[in-house]
């Protein structure tokens, strides 16, 4: 989050509303005279801001207002960082001195603000980062604060280090009921890892079943923060919210950057808008930046003219200018929301400027399986006789073992906290997922914290809903890339009447051979429909069949006729019956309906 002394301007008088029929005339003039109603009219004109007819303000009224009172051309130049800027940048003069609680009206309609999609506010979840700048006064100063809210789960770990580097500190919000969770912890790394200044807060103290004490206690075992710096509020309620803003002016930093510098912004954030295109959030770390400007990527080299630029507060509120030091949003004509990644680094086409560090394109962490398994059995990489590293995306260009080196498989290290009764359990399930455990600490009297190197594909899939099962829902659950490691792989074909099914085809460990295939195999008896000829499933490993499901097929009862007379009749129908069937086996297609492949892939049965 951002913090920037701001000089609250002069706010103009409102202009006075005449009444109708009595245009032009000056109040002290006997023409200005008004009635009682008149009055009223007058009264309600002011206050509603509204010009009627040949009462609006001229052109340069209103580029004055624009500008904060000062004409359009006669900008000075901007303050240097620390001291007051300009008025233009406020959202609203009356929004500068307003208290806290006056940022945004609290009525009904007003709650979940920063939460935008159904699913946020349906489940009262965070998917979207979004980004806020207030005003707050403090010891009569006045502060522009921008902060961003950014999801908590493992899925967005990027975005979050992005949002990281557009920051001074953080605030690392713990439930009062739950406790510290596996995200609340990989979260504390990325921004002690960033060197970014930490204030715990402690949320729903106000819940019947709220444990504060044992929260702070378990911020200063794992996280070495006295719990005196730990702040109790109800986010709710509005208990102590003050105290959050306090301590953001109090113990993080402003930003140390100077508008007299090249343009330099972080792309942290992005939307997309029909009619606008897209809407890329920023951060400046030098310059200033305003429309009609020229500015390039730093990533995709293409050059934009700037539209409009402004801050959020949530709502977008056009601004003159933007300031090193700010956070805001910027509109340049981008088309594809692939224009504006997350950690790119924009600045003026001609005077560019050394990237931001840490950039890397976004990775999808969401494993869509729209071909069977040939995307979501996550293939590992392998070495060949010449130590050159080959990534295999397609699993039925899998190589036979003759000719690498070695395979490698993707890993994470996985952080689960869970109450200690669920232990065995939970270290059961790790272990039939391959996973080698790597620490187990006691967080307190009654959880635990355990890590675990994981390979990504035991986990990707149905992991998480299982570990949710065994520990009541109690427990969580975070992963971090731990790169590649060697192990024992084989290519698994399915087989459909002797035919090889590529969509099926998936990677797996030795060890576990056996058990994978007869799983699928039993799975796709199960789910492939019956024909009027048998269907033999088998799972082949080279030319090694190692399981085997047999779908049965129609049979019509041809001996429904026969009330009698000779055997040999019976036996010649039967065998004509038998020959069709082995005919229309040969030349009939097997279709495997598309929830056959989803269901492949969980492991655990349907209940």
């Known amino acids: 989050m951002w913090e920037t002394a701001l000089k609250p301007p002069a706010e103009p008088a409102p202009p006075r509303i005449p009444a109708r029929g009595q245009r032009g005339h000056h109040e002290g003039s006997p023409a200005a005279a008004q009635s009682p109603r008149e009055e009223a009219l007058t009264r309600r004109g002011q206050e509603t801001r509204v010009f009627h007819g040949r009462n609006q303000p001229s052109r340069g009224e209103r580029e004055r207002k624009a500008c904060g009172g000062r004409r359009k051309g006669t900008d000075t130049g901007p303050s240097p960082p620390g001291a007051a800027l300009p008025a233009r940048e406020a959202a609203a003069p009356e929004a500068l001195a307003a208290p806290l609680g006056r940022t945004i009206a609290k009525t009904?309609?007003?709650?979940?603000?920063?939460?935008?999609?159904?699913?946020?506010?349906?489940?009262?979840?965070?998917?979207?980062?979004?980004?806020?700048?207030?005003?707050?006064?403090?010891?009569?100063?006045?502060?522009?604060?921008?902060?961003?809210?950014?999801?908590?789960?493992?899925?967005?770990?990027?975005?979050?280090?992005?949002?990281?580097?557009?920051?001074?500190?953080?605030?690392?919000?713990?439930?009062?009921?739950?406790?510290?969770?596996?995200?609340?912890?990989?979260?504390?790394?990325?921004?002690?890892?960033?060197?970014?200044?930490?204030?715990?807060?402690?949320?729903?103290?106000?819940?019947?079943?709220?444990?504060p004490e044992r929260v702070e206690k378990q911020i200063e075992k794992l996280f070495d923060i006295p719990k005196e710096d730990c702040i109790r509020i109800s986010a709710k309620h509005g208990t102590n919210v003050e105290r959050i803003l306090q301590a953001v002016i109090e113990r993080i930093p402003p930003p140390t950057v100077s508008p007299r510098d090249p343009l330099k912004a972080l792309v942290f954030d992005s939307t997309f808008d029909h009619y606008r295109g897209v809407i890329a959030n920023i951060a400046l770390f030098g310059g200033e930046v305003h429309k009609g400007r020229k500015i390039a990527s730093a990533y995709t080299k293409k050059t934009y003219e700037v539209n409009e630029v402004g801050i959020l507060t949530p709502s977008e509120q056009p601004t003159h200018k933007?300031?090193?030091?700010?956070?805001?949003?910027?509109?340049?004509?981008?088309?594809?929301?692939?224009?504006?990644?997350?950690?790119?680094?924009?600045?003026?086409?001609?005077?560019?400027?050394?990237?931001?560090?840490?950039?890397?394109?976004?990775?999808?962490?969401?494993?869509?399986?729209?071909?069977?398994?040939?995307?979501?059995?996550?293939?590992?990489g392998f070495q060949e006789h010449g130590k050159e590293e080959i990534t295999i995306i397609n699993p039925a260009e899998f190589p036979d073992k003759s000719a690498v080196v070695e395979y490698l498989e993707p890993t994470v290290m996985g952080t689960i906290i869970t109450p200690d009764e669920y232990i065995g359990k939970i270290i059961t399930l790790c272990q039939s997922r391959r996973a080698v455990q790597k620490d187990l600490v006691y967080i307190d009297d009654h959880r635990v914290m355990m890590k675990y190197l994981f390979p990504l594909n035991e986990i990707v899939v149905d992991f998480y809903d299982a570990l949710k099962s065994l520990s009541s829902g109690y427990a969580s659950f975070d992963y971090e890339d731990a790169g590649y490691q060697p192990a024992d792989l084989v290519k698994m074909d399915i087989l459909l009447n002797g035919n090889a099914v590529e969509e099926l085809i998936i990677i797996v460990h030795r060890d576990k051979v056996y058990k994978e295939g007869k799983f699928l195999c039993e799975r796709l008896r199960d789910v492939i429909p019956r024909q009027l000829f048998e269907i033999a499933i088998q799972a082949a490993v080279g030319s090694r069949i190692i399981a085997r499901e047999t779908v049965k097929a129609y049979r019509k009862n041809v001996l429904a006729k026969c009330y009698g007379g000779d055997i040999s009749r019976k036996m010649k129908l039967l065998k004509r019956q038998a020959e069709g069937k082995k005919r229309m086996r040969k030349i009939g297609n097997v279709e495997v309906p598309k929830d056959a492949f989803i269901s492949v892939l969980r492991r655990q049965p349907d209940k």
Request: glycine letters at 8%; charged letters at 15%.
């Open 108 to 211: 009904a309609q007003n709650k979940q603000v920063l939460d935008k999609l159904q699913v946020e506010r349906e489940r009262g979840i965070t998917v979207k980062a979004q980004t806020v700048s207030i005003f707050h006064n403090h010891e009569g100063t006045n502060y522009l604060l921008n902060l961003i809210d950014t999801p908590g789960h493992v899925d967005f770990s990027y975005e979050v280090s992005r949002s990281l580097s557009a920051c001074q500190g953080v605030l690392l919000v713990v439930d009062a009921n739950e406790g510290i969770q596996a995200q609340t912890v990989a979260n504390f790394y990325l921004a002690f890892e960033a060197q970014l200044s930490i204030i715990p807060v402690i949320n729903k103290i106000d819940l019947k079943n709220a444990d």
């Open 322 to 380: 933007l300031y090193a030091g700010q956070v805001g949003y910027l509109i340049a004509g981008m088309r594809e929301i692939t224009e504006a990644q997350i950690g790119d680094t924009l600045y003026f086409h001609n005077q560019p400027v050394e990237p931001l560090p840490g950039f890397q394109s976004a990775k999808p962490m969401v494993f869509a399986v729209p071909q069977g398994l040939q995307d979501g059995a996550l293939p590992p």
